[in-house]
């Protein structure tokens, strides 16, 4: 490691090529001085101190113009009629969890369906709706009058798309995946997926940055990058936060094999690989940016992110499965606290959109205001 190994004080910013010498290197003494470094990166930002969000989950709609080859959230064919979930149904869920502590709603969604499905477009049209934006503009809505915070995951999203959904979002997600256009090539994983298209992904992230949206991003592990594509992903990161300093967490998220999909057969990311790009990542993303690792999918081995740099959980939910990867059930959160405790840690909960954008230069007057009541910064699991 060609840093200062005392680590006492952060390390002087990394270029791409250091970053991409350290995924190659295999020496474990070097591995561990760089995991020492980033732990403290971690620690003088983030303390000791790991977030979650307690979240429900409402998948609006399983069709999705694209056809990523890992996807398992995606279908190509639903019931007639159950195109989307139906506002009743939304409500259903909405009210289970109004009394349960819960303050994220998560609101994803397939990317544009009406644009390949005319049922979907049928559908909204028969609802009221023009698009499944405008669709989950109104579900976020609702999800304000039960007083939780929604977060959408809408895909690629235009700057009015961006604009029309921020008076209605405590935050936005879209993860970049890859910077990697190759990925879009014949045989590879997006190649039936315009909105994967790194330009579009990038621009998202930008209009996001240049409308004051607090933004979750990140990349997706395993789909058949190169090393070399991982640290240039988190550079375009780091670059376009360092533009309007909106990213509030990076998501590094591990390629999980689903049985109905074209990779059902490709083995996911090693745990050892992963925990190599965390150190990494932790190293080139400014360090007020939240590093997540979703617990569910690196099992029994949390502590080693711990102590590599992570700082946030995500988005925990009890009543609702993670549709992305519906094989892999999160833990309880009193199981999650018991292993933050266990490294040393302590865990915290968090709100959808983090302390610092909590004003009204960051979010619309109605978020604001019930982001303000629930304003949890400090609060610990008990
Ligand atoms: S991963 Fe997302 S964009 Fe790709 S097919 Fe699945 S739902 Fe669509």
Redesign the pocket.
Known sequence: MSHNSSFLSPPEPITVNQAVEFLHQDNSNEISNWKRSAQSIALNTHQRQITFTTNVFIPLTFL?R???HY?G??RSKVPIGQEFLNSQKVEKILTTVRDRKVSEVLITM??KPEKKYPLAEKWLKKHGFDSTIEYSYFIAEKALKYELLPHING?TLTFDELRYLREVSASIGMMLETISSRLTHSGLPHEQ?P??HPKNRIATINNAGRLKIPFTSGILIGIGETLEEIVESLFALKNVHQKYRHLQEVIIQNFQPNPDSVMANSPPPSIELMEKILIIARHILPAEISIQIPPNLVESHEHRFIEAGMSDWGGISSITLDYINPDHRWPSITKLEQITQKAGYQLCERLPVYPRYINLEWLSPQVYKLASVKRLDSRTVK
């Open positions: 999705c694209n056809a990523c996807c959230f995606r397939g990317d895909g997926s909105d994967k």
